[in-house]
């Protein structure tokens, strides 16, 4: 397959997999029941957010980062890609050895209406999300591999979106007398028409 037809699919791939491990690490990644006698069940849960604050954080940077790729040239796309293996590994890293049933939980439980000071919930219930933000991360670090391989073949923005460089002595410059048209001639070329 012809490495330019990959470009779109693989800016696009990095956009979403970054989405769905924010997406992943901002829902509710355990939850149980608080009961005690003569009070009320309450049902707590904790997020990734709560487990692993940096997970949401890392995912924001893999979304930054397939956004950079539009717009990089070729050696910034290498640094990206790279970036983006580094931070998608650690965050896999942070996903999977958090843990779920810790002090994020236990601070829940204890801001329960229902705990009184003694009793714990039998039953932890841990949901999916955790493993999809770990998979998402997964498929960051690999598409980010394919970003640093493949960016001397993808296309780049044209000279015409660099800032212009500095003129020097031989330069054209526009006459005072000089009609809109030659003005908007010059600006187009990236000339200061006023100098």
Known sequence: MNAR????????????VGGLAFLGATRVWA????????????????????VTPAAAALALVVVASSLAVL???????????????????????LVLTADVTG??????VEESTAYTGTNEPDVVAESAWRLVTAGA?????????VVAALAGRWPTMGRRYDAPA???????????????????????EGRDPTQ
């Open 5 to 16: 037809r990959l470009y779109g699919p693989v800016v696009l791939a990095l956009l979403a």
């Open 31 to 50: 939850k149980a029941t608080v009961e005690a006698d003569g009070l009320l069940p309450d049902d707590v849960s904790v997020t990734g957010r709560d």
């Open 71 to 93: 717009a990089a040239s070729v050696r910034v796309r290498r640094v990206v890609g790279v970036l983006v293996v580094l931070v998608s590994v650690l965050a896999c890293v």
């Open 103 to 108: 002090s994020a939980f236990a601070q829940a």
């Open 137 to 145: 991360f997964v498929l960051a670090a690999v598409l980010g591999a």
């Open 166 to 188: 500095a003129h020097g002595p031989g330069d054209e410059v526009v006459a005072e007398d000089a009609s809109p048209a030659d003005l908007w001639k010059a600006l187009d």
